[in-house]
T-cell receptor, first 110, second 115 residues
Framework: QKEVEQDPGPLSVPEGAIVSLNCTYS??????FMWYRQYSRKGPELLMYTYSSGNKEDGRFTAQVDKSSKYISLFIRDSQPSDSATYLCAMSGTGNQFYFGTGTSLTVIP | DAGVIQSPRHEVTEMGQEVTLRCKPI?????LFWYRQTMMRGLELLIYFNNNVPIDDSGMPEDRFSAKMPNASFSTLKIQPSEPRDSAVYFC?????????????FGPGTRLLVL
């Protein structure tokens, strides 16, 4: 079993829709949870960063962590065509190594 | 800050040739990571350094791959000899480890095609 599981999609939604992206993980030692956004032919860029369980909001983006279920989510409200990208979840414990999901491809249709 | 800098951005080479990828981490960062990304396998960690010292190279696929970090501002990933299955995008990322869990910042990647 992989450390981190993520549905690759692709996901296609109309502009203005609410998008929900999810990852599950198996290692209960993970404490730090991140979402990266990767545009085509670019490097991943950090979008959201949370520690332990709970919610974090930044503009149209909300990250949720449920450690009891080993499940994290990223919600995008009022999605825009500029949100079209691949979204990667990542997580780590106390060590240096990050564990990445395979990414979910999102297209927001105008 | 210029961010993580990688060169070259694109590399096309023939099977059997040596390939050297370069990375300049963000100034002040003390950890550096090399990743490979393919459609099939996603983002794979190859090796990472802490304070210029290789810590974990278990992701390096074979002896054909080697990485060095001679100083805090420069690292190389070398493939010799290269093979078509090495074709991928190679990313370098850096991070400041200072007791918290500060995240990694990625470079733009090197797109490698081995013919």
């Amino acid at each position: 079993q992989k450390e981190v599981e993520q549905d690759p999609g692709p996901l296609s939604v109309p502009e203005g829709a609410i998008v929900s992206l999810n990852c599950t993980y198996s290692n209960s030692a993970f404490q730090y949870f991140m979402w990266y956004r990767q545009y085509s032919r670019k490097g991943p860029e950090l979008l959201m960063y949370t520690y332990s369980s709970g919610n974090k909001e930044d503009g149209r983006f909300t990250a949720q962590v449920d450690k009891s279920s080993k499940y994290i989510s990223l919600f995008i409200r009022d999605s825009q065509p500029s949100d079209s990208a691949t979204y990667l979840c990542a997580m780590s414990g106390t060590g240096n190594q990050f564990y990445f999901g395979t990414g979910t491809s999102l297209t927001v249709i105008p | 800050d210029a961010g993580v800098i990688q060169s070259p951005r694109h590399e096309v080479t023939e099977m059997g040739q040596e390939v050297t990828l370069r990375c300049k981490p963000i100034s002040g960062h003390n950890s550096l990571f090399w990743y490979r990304q393919t459609m099939m396998r996603g983002l794979e960690l190859l090796i990472y350094f802490n304070n210029n010292v290789p810590i974990d190279d278990s992701g390096m696929p074979e002896d054909r791959f080697s990485a060095k970090m001679p100083n805090a501002s420069f690292s190389t990933l070398k493939i010799q000899p290269s093979e078509p299955r090495d074709s991928a995008v190679y990313f370098c990322a850096s991070r400041l480890t200072s007791g918290g869990q500060e995240t990694q910042y990625f470079g733009p990647g090197t797109r490698l095609l081995v013919l």
